[in-house]
C-alpha cells in the first residue's frame, strides 16, 4: 500500500493506493493525511503542514463571528472544508453543504486546528471510526500519545479523541493537535475535575468555561458535553445492574445530586454555544446515561437523556453550532435498531456516534468483537459515527496492539455497514480482493486486505516458499480439494468444449 | 470453573459449574461432555464410556428397522436421547419430542456412536456452534486429531466435523468419535474421491454408498451431501466472481459436466435414505453452489439449490430421517435476513446450519470476526446451528490458537443471538458478569468470562498486584475517574441520607 494523493488545484487530498498485478489501480480512503508521517526522524514538535491556514485567515480578516460549518452552510457558502470532504467521498460540494445545512451531517473543525484535514460525519457519507488515546493514572509521555495518535490513524481511525486525565493534560493535547490530520475530541469535564482537585461538587460553570476555552483555544474539534443527564433522571439509574458508567455522567450526577440542582452544563447551554460558535467547535452530545451491561439496555434513564439531548440538539442548531450525539454501550441485538430510530426521531437526524455496542458482556477480552457485531449492526441502521472499542475494555488500558485490533475490527464494521448501505463504489474492494482470490493473485489478495501483512504471515505459516505465491491452492484444502481450483479447470475444460 | 454434573436415576448430564465469591454458583452447558479427558495420562485408543449401549441395545433386540430420532418422535416414543437433551436445556421431554417430530429439531445420533451424549439442533434451543477439524495434505497424527476434537470441545464446540482428507482417515475418524462426547459430522465425499483416485469423474453411486456404510458403520452421526448440485444449476455459476467454492459443490460440478448426467446423489437419494435410516444417520443438506464472496451473494445458483434442498428434506421426512440444511458462506448484512426467511420456508423449517456468513471479503486474517457478525445476524433470526471460521480462512489450515479464537468468536455469536431471541435464561450469565463487573468482584468476573486465563492476563498487564483484585478501578480509567466507582460512592451517599 503507497501513500498517494490526488492534487488539484486548491487541495491535496489525501489517498492509499494499491496497485495490482493485473493493471488494476485501487484508491482508497486515507485517515493519515496528505504527509507521511512515519520516518524514523519524524519530530513532534514540528507539527504538520497547517493547510487551513489561509481558509481561516480570510474568514476571520472579513470579521467571521461563528466560525460552525453549519453556519456556513446556512449562508449557502461552500468552504474548502466542504470542498475537500466532497472530494474525499466523491460527492458534489453541493451535497455536502446541505446536508451540513440541514444538520444530518457535520464537519468538525475548530478555526484554530489548522493542520486538520476536513472529514464529515453523516449517514449519507462512509461510516466512520473513532480512537480513543490518552493516559490515565498511569501516564505515558506525550512522545508516547503523538505516537499513539499516529498508530491509530495508521490503522484507519477517521478522528481521535484525547481522553487524558493524568499530568500534562494540556501539553499533551497541544502536541495531539498539532501533529493530527484527523479531528481531534476531548471531554472537557476531566480536565475542569482536575482544576477543582478532583471534587466534582466544586464544579461550576465558569470553570467549566474556562477549560473549554482553554481546549477550543488548541483547537479541540469536538467537545463531549455531557448536558443530558438532568437532576430528575439519576433516580431512574438506582434500579440498574451497574448504575452510571458514562466518567462524565457519573460527574454530573454527583453534582446534580450534591447540590440538589440541575445540570449547570444544561442550565448554562446558551454560554457553551457562544464558544462552540466562536471557534467552530461541534458538539459531541454525551450520553452519560448509556447502558454499562444488557440488562440495563434501553431503559427509562437512557431514554429520558436522549429526549434532552434531542432538545438541547434544537438548541444548539438555533446558534448554527454542528451536533452529533453520542450512543451506547452494551444494547443485545433485538434492541439496536430502537436505538438508531429514536436518536434519529428525537435529534432530527444529527449524526450518531455509538460506542460499539456491546452486544453480550460475558466476554471481556474480546469485547472489540461483542461490540464489531453491535456496530455493524448499528451503522448498517444509520449510525454516522463508531467509536471503538478495544480488547482491553472493562480490564485496563490498551496498548499498541489493542488498538491496532480495537481499529481493525471497528474497520470491519463499518466497512459491513457501508456495503449494507448500498454506499456507492463501496463494494469494490471486496470484488477487487475475491477476484484476486479467485484467480490465486496471492500478492493482491494481501495487498488489498486490511491488513497486508498479516494477512500473508498467515499464509506463509504453513507455505512460505516463494513458488507458493503462484500456487492454485493453500494448506486450508490442500491442492486436491482446492475448490476454487476446481471450478477454474471446470471452466477451462467448459470453454475448451464450446 | 469446575466441571460438575447433574445425576439423575437415569442420567449423568455434562455441566460446568462456577462457583462465585457471593454464595451463588452458576451453572453452564457443557460441551467437553460429562468425563473430564484433561488430564496428562489420558490415552485416546482406551475410547471414553459408551453411555448409549444399553438404549441401543433394547433397540437393536426388538428389531428396530429405523434408527433415526424422527422415526421414534412420529411414533410417539420419548427415547433416552431426548429426555438427555430435555435436561440439558431445560425443557420437558415432551417439547424436544414435538419439535423433533415436525423435523425443526435434530437430534444427531448415529446408533454405532455410543460415546454420545446427545445434544439437539434447532431454533427453539440455545445456538449451538460447529467447528471443523481434519488434516489436509499437510497431514498431522491420529493423536493430534484426537487432541484437536478435545481442544474444540474444551472451548465450546456443540459438533465437531471431521474434514480430513489425507492418509489414514478411517483411523483417524474411528478415533475421533471414540473420544467424541459431541455428534460428528463428515463429508463422505472426500474420502470417496480418494477412492477413485481423485478423479471426480470416476465417482459413481456405488463407490459412494460403500463410503456411506464404511463411515455409517463407525458412527459418523451427520453427513454433508451434496445432492442439490444438479446439473441445471452449475451453469448459474459461469458468471460468478467466485465460481463455486464448497469442495464437494466444485466435485459434482465436475461430475455432471463431464458426464452430462444428472448428480448421481440426487438420482440415487433414495438409496442414501436407506443407509441413513438403518444406522439413524442425519443428513446436513450441503450448499455446495454457496456463494464464495459477496459479489455472489444470494444469487440464483444458491436459491435455485436452496429449492432442491427444500424437496430434498421432504423426500428425507418421508423415511423419518432428520434433516438439517446447509447455508452461506458470504453475504453482506443487509441480504441475511432473505437466507433464514427462504430456507425456512423452502425446508419447512428444518434446522438451518450456515457457515458464518462474512459480511465483507476485504479482511483476510480477520475472518473469524467478518463472519462472527453476520453468525451472530443470522442465528438472531433463526439459524440452529453455526459453522465457525477461524482467523486463518481462505489463507492456511488453522492451528490451536486458531481454533480458539475462532470457537470465542462464535460463541460470542451464538450467545448474542440467546439473547436477542429472548433464550429462557440465555441472561442471566451477562447479569452475574455484570453484577461482579459492578461490585468488582474481579474474580468473579474473570471465572464467568468466556475466557477467564485471558481476562485476568489482560487485567494482570498494569496491574498485577493481588490486591488489585479488590480494588474499585482498574487502569482503563484510573482510580479518580472509575465510572462505576463513582455511582457507588453515590449510591451509598444517597442510602446515607435517607
Ligand atoms: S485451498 Fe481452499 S482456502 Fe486455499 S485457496 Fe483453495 S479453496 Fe481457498
Ligand atoms: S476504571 Fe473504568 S474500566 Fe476499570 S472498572 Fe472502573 S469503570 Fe470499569
Redesign the interface.
Known amino acids: 500500500m503507497n501513500q498517494t494523493s490526488q492534487t488539484t488545484e486548491e487541495f491535496i487530498i489525501p489517498k492509499n493506493e494499491i496497485r495490482l498485478t493485473d493493471g488494476t489501480t485501487f484508491h482508497s480512503y486515507r485517515t493519515e493525511g496528505s504527509l507521511c508521517m512515519h520516518h524514523e526522524e519524524f519530530d513532534y514538535k514540528q507539527g504538520i503542514a497547517k493547510i487551513r491556514k489561509p481558509w481561516i485567515e480570510k474568514r476571520e480578516s472579513r470579521g467571521d463571528k461563528n466560525f460552525s460549518q453549519m453556519y456556513y452552510a446556512r449562508r449557502g457558502e461552500i468552504t474548502e472544508e466542504m470542498r475537500f470532504v466532497a472530494m474525499r467521498e466523491n460527492v458534489s460540494p453541493e451535497f455536502v453543504m446541505n446536508e451540513v445545512k440541514i444538520g444530518r451531517a457535520i464537519i468538525p473543525s475548530n478555526k484554530n486546528h489548522l493542520e486538520l484535514e476536513p472529514m464529515i460525519i453523516g449517514k449519507k457519507f462512509l461510516v466512520k471510526v473513532n480512537a480513543n488515546i490518552g493516559n490515565?493514572?498511569?501516564s505515558s509521555s506525550i512522545e508516547e500519545e503523538v505516537e499513539k495518535l499516529r498508530w491509530a490513524l495508521r490503522w484507519g481511525s477517521d478522528t481521535v479523541m484525547d481522553l487524558s486525565?493524568?499530568k500534562n493534560i494540556h501539553e499533551t493535547r497541544e502536541w495531539i493537535i498539532r501533529n493530527s490530520p484527523a479531528p481531534i475530541g476531548t471531554v472537557p469535564l476531566?480536565q475542569a475535575?482536575e482544576k477543582v482537585k478532583?471534587k466534582?461538587e466544586n464544579l461550576n460553570i465558569d470553570v467549566y468555561l474556562e477549560t473549554l476555552i482553554e481546549q477550543a483555544e488548541q483547537g479541540v474539534d469536538y467537545f463531549t458535553i455531557h448536558a443530558g443527564v438532568l437532576h430528575d433522571y439519576?433516580r431512574l439509574?438506582?434500579k440498574r445492574?451497574?448504575?452510571?458508567?458514562?466518567?462524565g455522567?457519573?460527574?454530573m450526577?454527583?453534582w446534580c445530586?450534591h447540590h440538589k440542582k440541575e445540570n449547570f452544563l444544561y442550565e448554562h447551554f446558551d454560554r457553551i454555544n457562544e464558544v462552540m460558535k466562536k471557534y467552530g467547535v461541534s458538539y459531541s452530545l454525551g450520553d452519560g446515561l448509556r447502558p454499562?451491561?444488557?440488562?440495563d439496555a434501553n431503559d427509562e434513564a437512557q431514554f429520558a437523556e436522549l429526549r434532552t439531548l434531542g432538545e438541547l440538539t434544537k438548541k444548539a442548531w438555533e446558534e448554527d453550532v454542528q451536533v452529533m450525539v453520542e450512543g451506547p454501550g452494551h444494547v443485545?441485538?433485538?434492541l439496536i435498531e430502537e436505538n438508531v430510530r429514536l436518536q434519529s426521531e428525537l435529534c432530527n437526524e444529527a449524526p450518531f456516534y455509538t460506542l460499539g455496542p456491546l452486544?453480550?458482556?460475558?466476554?471481556?477480552?474480546?469485547d472489540?468483537?461483542?461490540s464489531?457485531?453491535g456496530a455493524?449492526?448499528i451503522a448498517?441502521h444509520g449510525t454516522a459515527m463508531l467509536c471503538y472499542v478495544t480488547?482491553?475494555?472493562?480490564?485496563?488500558?490498551p496498548?499498541k496492539q489493542d488498538v491496532k485490533d480495537g481499529m481493525?475490527?471497528y474497520?470491519?464494521?463499518a466497512?459491513?455497514?457501508d456495503?449494507?448501505?448500498?454506499h456507492p463504489g463501496a463494494?469494490e474492494?471486496?470484488?477487487l480482493?475475491?477476484?484476486a482470490?479467485?484467480e490465486f493473485r496471492w500478492e493482491d489478495?494481501?495487498a488489498?486486505?486490511?491488513?497486508p501483512e498479516?494477512?500473508q504471515s498467515?499464509?506463509d505459516?504453513?507455505?512460505p516458499q516463494d513458488g507458493m505465491k503462484k500456487a492454485h491452492f493453500?494448506?486450508?484444502?490442500?491442492?486436491?480439494?482446492?475448490?476454487?481450483h476446481?471450478?477454474?479447470?471446470?471452466?477451462k475444460?467448459?470453454a475448451s468444449r464450446k
Not at 493453500?474 to 476454487?484: A, D, L, N, Q, V
Request: proline share 4%; glycine share 8%; charged share 15%.
Open positions: 490515565s493514572a498511569i486525565t493524568g476531566y475535575l478532583g466534582a439519576v439509574t438506582e445492574v451497574t448504575g452510571i458508567v458514562s466518567r455522567g457519573s460527574i450526577a454527583r445530586l454499562g451491561c444488557i440488562a443485545p441485538l433485538h452486544v453480550t458482556d460475558i466476554a471481556p477480552g474480546y472489540h468483537i461483542t464489531a457485531i455493524a449492526m448498517w480488547p482491553k475494555e472493562h480490564l485496563g488500558l496498548n481493525i475490527a474497520k470491519i464494521a466497512h459491513a455497514a456495503l449494507a448501505k448500498g463494494q474492494r471486496d470484488n480482493l475475491s477476484k482470490r479467485f489478495q494481501f488489498l486486505s486490511l491488513d498479516l494477512a498467515y499464509h505459516e504453513t507455505l493453500c494448506s486450508m484444502c490442500g491442492p486436491h480439494f482446492c475448490s476454487m476446481l471450478t477454474q479447470e471446470l471452466r475444460e467448459e
